[in-house]
C-alpha cells in the first residue's frame, strides 16, 4: 500500500487499486479482490487523512479467503491512519 498526501483542497481520500494479471491470473480473483478493497476503503475513508491511497495486489493474495482480507485491509487502514496523524505538515517558506 502506497500513500502520499492529496491536495489541500480535497476533503476525503481517494483511492486506486492495481493487480496484476500476474498475481491473480483468474478474473474474477482480479475482481474480487477490488471489490473487497473498495468496500473496506468505503468503510474507513471517514477515519483517514486526504490522502491519495494506491493498494498494489501482491504474490499469495489468492490464497486468502475474504475474512482474512478485510482484516489485513482494516489494518492496513488504521496504520496508514496514525503515520499520517503522527506526522506534522511540512510548512513552506
Sequence with gaps: MLARSSDESRAL??????????????????????RAVRESFRHRQHDLPALDVIVL??????????????????????????????RSPAKTG
Design 57 to 86: 495486489a501482491r504474490p499469495g493474495g489468492n490464497t486468502m479467503d475474504n475474512a482474512e482480507l478485510f482484516q489485513e485491509l482494516d489494518r492496513a487502514w488504521r496504520k496508514l491512519g496514525k503515520q499520517a496523524t503522527s
Design 13 to 34: 481520500p481517494r483511492l486506486g487499486i492495481i493487480v496484476a494479471r500476474r498475481h491473480l491470473p483468474k478474473a474474477t480473483a482480479r475482481n474480487q479482490f477490488k
